[in-house]
């Protein structure tokens, strides 16, 4: 008993009171977050990208409701108090921090361990990558865990500290094993949970599974999407089963994913408003995981943030805190109804719109949401039948307006309220959603909560001022203690801070951008009080001169909304059986539509002028990477141009030159691209345009036109001619794509009737990784979501 005795007396004073539960966490429930240990500067990437060409490039989609620098360079080392007590009260028990370089473990994790003694609240290292020497990693790996290992903030298995490793691809396991052996023999053993295999992939390969498993302690997934919920179960089960044959000990970690948008990549995996997150609850659930790792907690560059954020607010903590009660066994609080709504803030002409309605179980009367939309001026479109709400469980229905429901909707406000019997609904506005042909200016997911809403009601109309325009801004409210934020087709371009009182409306005007975004802009006023509870004004649009009349466009309607349409699936999800090719008359202000002329002489940013104010990069460095390689600079000189007098215009140089247009321009279905060019043939293939998305024109080596889209593809029957200035045109026109050379056609073929809403990244003058560059000069291009002839084209024919 005295030997028992002085054992805990010791750990008192050299640990400060470890317990078998932090010696030992193998049977505990956690719940884990994988957090990103680089900042984000989403004050100039986010909070003003909308008036910065170059952020527009590639802004960023979200960003946190934390602190406006708490993600920045400037924040980063401040601000891991305030996310950790943030994920304690979504019931989050650690984080696993991901560092790339080695020699950052040490420093990146000092901020995180310092930040949460006092709690619970647990620390871990996540290896990002392993394709280091093994020297190098023992020294800074070994640093680490001689360092923290002892620190009351660190979770252990069987009394070793646990770290997670990303990706072990960059090492072979003996190798790795071989590393494992000196750290032990210098007693820097550790606990290590690893992802198998890629997260795209199904785990289907037992081999590669029992292999990884030499030289790892635990299977760590990092979250599914793009999969069904039957194929998400059996990539868990295909872990478990290898983890009963080969490390009976060992645990599985069950990955919770919400999809994805890459920032500069244009990689998008599909959300399913909040689908793809109950799914994968839903298979971690039946493997029964030992634990669970939400996927992440900050990753804004990849739109898989969890932790409050200006587009997410806290909707996905609340569905993961949900899950966490089922799993773990514990009830919840006593509340009245916690109802949340899920939908794509744009809407592209063709698809479905969806609005997903997620009801927590409630312990008042029952009760039911209501829901209906509305045109800009507020006159009534649609009210859905009201959704019942479930006291006793989850409750998530879909809402769905077909294509041909739709009708020709184009703003769409969003009202919904949460009623009991007999009482009168008080409807809030929501995030109102905006409807375009051809092409979305945002492909992100909107998530609101019904008792997030501030309670003033927000109005916004747009004036004059001056001959300039100018947003009207006013809140019905004695007092108000916040900020609002003038949003320009989802962007904000203004903002500032309100302190307003003993007055019954606080007014507020702000002088709009001089240089519009697209021939029809839609403005909206985000308000967010002290709480960061939000509310949303009306929606108001300033049009442009100069865009007017009609024409009849074709459309593909895919019976699918946008993430239902993400052509990765392994099986069509869509109510109808193939897409179909219609007509629509269309607004020629509702066209997408870029235009460069290259008269700017200078400067490797330059912004599309005819339309939508698209930015383009000249010398775009190879691969996904939107920085300036010097040696991929087109050439500003001065010639004689198309028309015979002398102009300003670019040269290639066949090599390296390139043109990269923003991230996801191009138009999904039907589209025109027009280009004015000048060859210097050299007998080699060379590119004109390419897009990552499947789509490029290019010469051969005869100077033969090819067009491909997808896997069809056709070739001009004539020649461009070198050193002469052509006018070439190739049109995809929903069900064939055409070649035009001067105005004459010269090849046409059939086409699959289909869209390509993702990945788009599109260039000018060579391919993705610079190979088979345009040697020549140019001075024009245009790119329109519109089937044009060629009286119709934007370009001079020549």
């Known amino acids: 008993m005295y030997r028992v005795i002085l054992f805990f007396a010791l750990l008192l004073l050299c640990g400060g009171g470890i317990s078998f539960a932090s010696e030992n966490a193998r049977n505990e429930k956690m719940c884990w977050a994988h957090y990103v240990g680089w900042g984000f500067d989403q004050v100039n990437g986010y909070d003003k990208a909308a ?111 646990v770290i997670f490793v990303y990706n072990a691809g960059g090492k072979k396991v003996d190798e790795w094993l071989a590393l494992r052996r000196r750290l032990r023999e210098n007693g820097l053993d550790a606990w290590y949970i690893v992802q198998p295999m890629h997260e795209t992939s199904m785990w289907n390969q037992p081999d590669r599974l029992r292999e990884i498993l030499r030289g790892y302690d635990a299977f760590y997934d990092f979250g599914c999407n793009g999969f069904t919920p039957e194929q998400m179960k059996t990539r868990l089960a295909n872990g478990r089963a290898a983890l009963r044959e080969v490390r009976e000990d060992g645990m599985l970690v069950g990955g919770i994913a919400v999809g994805y948008i890459g920032q500069s990549s244009a990689f998008y995996r599909p959300f399913l408003n909040s689908g793809t997150l109950r799914h994968n609850w839903e298979a971690a659930l039946a493997n029964k995981v030992d634990w669970v790792c939400i996927t992440t907690w900050n990753d804004y560059i990849e739109q898989t943030q969890f932790e409050p954020s200006v587009i997410n607010r806290d909707v996905l903590l609340r569905i993961n805190r949900e899950y966490l009660d089922l799993w773990r066994g514990t009830k919840p609080v006593a509340r009245p109804p916690r109802v949340s709504y899920s939908y794509h803030d744009e809407v592209v002409i063709g698809d479905d719109l969806t609005i997903e309605v997620l009801g927590f179980s409630y312990t008042t009367p029952e009760a039911s949401v209501k829901m209906r939309l509305l045109d800009e001026n507020g006159k009534l479109l649609h009210e859905f039948p009201a959704v019942r709400l479930d006291p006793e469980k989850m409750t998530v229905r879909t809402l769905r307006l077909t294509h041909e429901q739709l009708k020709n909707f184009k703003v769409i406000r969003v009202q919904a309220a949460v009623v009991a019997e007999n ?31 501030t309670s003033p009601t927000i109005s916004l109309s747009i004036a004059e001022n001056e001959g300039k325009p100018v947003a009207r801004i006013r809140i019905n409210s004695w007092t108000f203690a916040g900020k609002y934020e003038l949003l320009r087709n989802g962007w904000p371009v203004a903002e500032g801070e309100i302190s307003h009182f003993k007055k019954p409306v606080c007014e507020i005007s702000v002088s709009l951008p001089e240089i519009p975004r697209s021939p029809e802009d839609v403005y909206l006023v985000r308000l967010t009080d002290v709480s960061d509870r939000a509310g949303f004004s009306n929606p108001a649009l300033l049009r442009s001169p100069g865009f007017e009349g009609e024409s009849v466009q074709p459309v593909i309607v895919t019976g699918s909304d946008f993430d239902e349409n993400w052509p990765l699936w392994s099986s069509r999800i869509s109510r ?89 321009s191009m138009p999904y279905g039907p589209f025109t691209l027009e280009m004015l060019l000048k060859p210097e043939a050299d007998g080699r293939k060379m590119t004109l345009f390419s897009d990552r998305c499947g789509i490029s024109l290019s010469l051969d080596e005869e100077g033969r036109p090819v067009f491909l889209r997808n896997r069809d593809s056709v070739t001009g029957k004539r020649a461009l001619e070198s050193g002469k200035w052509t006018h070439l045109a190739a049109v995809y026109t929903g069900e064939s794509l055409v070649l035009y050379l001067n105005g004459k056609k010269i090849g046409e073929g059939k086409a699959a009737i289909s869209t390509i809403p993702v990945n788009s990244l599109p260039r000018i003058g060579n391919a993705l990784d610079l190979n088979n560059g345009f040697r020549g000069m140019l001075a024009g291009f245009s790119l329109e979501g519109a089937v044009r002839s060629p009286g119709e084209f934007r370009l001079n024919t020549l």
């Open 51 to 161: 008036l910065s060409p170059v952020w527009m490039l590639y802004p960023f989609n979200d960003r946190t409701l934390l602190g406006r620098n708490l993600q920045w360079d400037t924040g980063i080392f401040f601000g891991a108090r305030k996310q950790i007590d943030t994920a304690r009260a979504y019931g989050i028990d650690g984080f696993c921090i991901d560092v790339v370089d080695p020699s950052g473990y040490s420093s990146a994790l000092s901020r995180f361990f310092r930040d949460a003694e006092g709690t619970d609240f647990k620390i871990a290292l996540c290896i990002d990558r392993l394709s280091y020497p093994n020297d190098y990693l023992f020294k800074h790996l070994g640093e680490f865990i001689r360092t923290w290992k002892d620190h009351p903030n660190v979770c252990r298995i069987d009394g070793k500290m």
């Open 423 to 453: 009482q009168k609904p008080e409807f809030r506005e929501l995030h109102p959603i905006i409807r375009r042909p051809g092409r979305l200016e945002s492909v992100r997911t909107i998530r609101l909560s019904q008792d997030d809403m």
């Open 576 to 664: 109808l059986r193939k897409p179909e090719l219609r007509s629509m008359k269309m607004a020629e202000r509702d066209l997408f539509r870029i235009r460069y002329d290259f008269l700017e002489g200078e400067g490797d940013v330059i912004v599309s002028r005819g339309g939508w104010s698209i930015p383009a990069r000249l010398g775009r460095a190879g691969g996904l990477a939107w920085g300036v390689a010097k040696e991929a600079l087109p050439k500003w000189i001065k010639e004689t141009g198309p028309d015979g007098s002398e102009r300003v215009m670019l040269h290639f140089d066949g090599a390296d030159d390139n043109i990269g247009i923003a991230s996801r």
